[in-house]
């Protein structure tokens, strides 16, 4: 099992920085990568941005590109997506996800674990 909880989230306007966190527990040594996932109102759900645990290797969205960096601290067990220059079209639900089976990690399906979701308002 894997346990994870998100941090950051908040209220902010457009053009704003935001840095979420998020802390995993557990068995920690099974997560071959993990994701940072948003879902908007009447939206699904979409993959943001992806870093292995190891090589550090990255996959961000075209519509998060420039703007979003993902990065990981292994020694404690914490990922984080630092957000800058945010859009109202980046208000959604934010949610940290764990892939244990290797694979490109572009859908939520191949995610085994999830943390409850950290709320992002982008204001104009």
């Known amino acids: 099992q894997v346990q994870l909880v998100e941090s950051g989230g908040g209220s902010v306007q457009a053009g704003d920085s935001l840095r979420l966190s998020c802390a995993a527990s557990?068995?920690?040594?099974?997560?071959?990568?993990m994701g940072w996932f948003r879902q908007a109102p009447g939206k699904e759900r979409e993959l943001v941005a992806r870093?292995?645990?190891?090589?550090?290797?990255?996959y961000y969205a075209d519509s998060v590109k420039g703007r979003f960096t993902i990065s990981r601290d292994n020694a404690k067990n914490t990922m984080y997506l630092q957000m800058n220059s945010l859009k109202p079209e980046d208000t959604a639900v934010y949610y940290c996800a764990a892939q244990i089976r290797v694979g490109a990690g572009r859908r939520e399906y191949e995610y085994e674990y999830w943390g409850q979701g950290t709320q992002v308002t982008v204001s104009s």
């Open positions: 870093i292995s645990w190891s090589g550090s290797s990255t």
């Open positions: 557990g068995r920690t040594f099974s997560v071959y990568a």
